[in-house]
């Protein structure tokens, strides 16, 4: 297994090494517009992904693309794949993922993650601590769906959505894209591209 580069070095990166060091792949540095003073893992500053000389660390080091925000993080993912990056998935050791779900490339599951069986997580999708992926889900390219959250059976979750902590989305539901599920939220109805829903039930900001 080779080493890894993250692009992005704060708060949803340090998770990602802390989950690369629990399972024994070594990150061989990191990518960011400047060096960062908070270093808690003490990894090399590989200057910005941006730059061309960057093309043969792609080359060299499987790559993760550790940033939170969904937007950002598709855009740099889809640059990087242009330039020739193989994305490696982040999966803590301490996870449930079922023999026939189907993970794209880039995915992180945190501590306690649970994806059951016939899910689907595309391409830079985030499971975050004991979120719940039930049977027959599918959660679309750069959605993120963040602590506690349960998706209960054959619900769709769309590109670049975000579900916040401890929300749940009852069965055979479809939610769009760009969505924002605030945290807490029970959904009851599918929700259209771009809305904004709070509360239990869920209301429309």
Do not use: W
């Not at 330039?83 to 449930?96: K, L, M, Q, S, V």
């Amino acid at each position: 297994m080779r080493d890894v580069v993250i692009v992005g070095y704060s708060g949803h990166a340090f998770l990602a090494c802390e989950i690369f060091r629990l399972r024994g792949i070594r990150v061989a540095g990191y990518f960011e517009q400047e060096s960062k003073a908070l270093n808690p893992y003490q990894l090399d500053y590989l200057g910005n992904e941006n730059a061309a000389s960057a093309d043969a660390l792609f080359q060299q080091y499987d790559v993760f693309v550790a940033i939170g925000e969904n937007k950002l993080r598709e855009k740099i993912s889809q640059k990087l794949a242009q330039r020739g990056a193989t994305f490696i998935n982040c999966i803590h050791p301490n996870t449930t993922v079922a023999s026939t779900a189907t993970l794209g490339n880039g995915v992180m599951i945190g501590c306690g993650g649970i994806v059951q069986p016939l899910a689907v997580m595309g391409d830079g999708a985030v499971c975050s601590t004991a979120s719940i992926i039930e049977h027959e889900n599918t959660v679309e390219p750069f959605a993120h769906v963040g602590p506690r959250v349960m998706l209960c059976g054959t619900v769709h979750i769309g590109a670049r959505t975000f579900v916040g902590a401890g929300a749940v989305v009852i069965n055979n539901l479809h939610v769009g894209k760009d969505v924002y599920i605030g945290a807490g939220t029970i959904v009851l109805k599918d929700l259209p591209d771009g809305s904004r829903v709070v509360g239990n039930p869920h209301r429309f900001i």
